[in-house]
């Protein structure tokens, strides 16, 4: 199984971004997903997780600001970014949890908010 994430990009401050984050391979199931971000010289922390039943959770710095998502019958996770600030600049990993192989991560996507 693989994760592929994408949406990042440079962005002006008050700007959005969507990310997105599908998973494919022999999937039987997945139950929680999340975004993490981390940004230089700091360590990886979690932006925002959902769980196979829609519950979330947000780090205080992004709620109101981000939603996460998912389609269950895509294999993918959303992170919709609004009102984006020049400290939400990072990469930004996905990763989900597979019933029948555990944690996975997917490769960074760069999102940078300059103007």
């Known amino acids: 199984v693989q994760l592929q994430a994408s949406g990042g990009g440079l962005v002006q401050p008050g700007g959005s971004l969507r990310l997105s984050c599908a998973a494919s391979?022999?999937?039987?199931?997945?139950?929680?997903m999340g975004w993490y971000r981390q940004a230089p010289g700091d360590q990886r922390e979690l932006v925002a997780s959902i769980t196979d039943v829609s519950g979330t959770n947000y780090a205080d710095s992004v709620k109101g600001r981000f939603t996460i998502s998912r389609d269950n019958a895509e294999n993918t996770v959303y992170l919709q970014m609004n009102n984006l600030k020049p400290e939400d600049t990072a990469v930004y990993y996905c990763?989900?949890?597979?019933?029948?192989?555990?944690?996975?991560w997917g490769q960074g996507t760069l999102v940078t908010v300059s103007s």
């Open positions: 990763n989900a949890w597979f019933v029948n192989y555990g944690l996975y």
């Open positions: 391979g022999n999937i039987f199931s997945i139950l929680g």
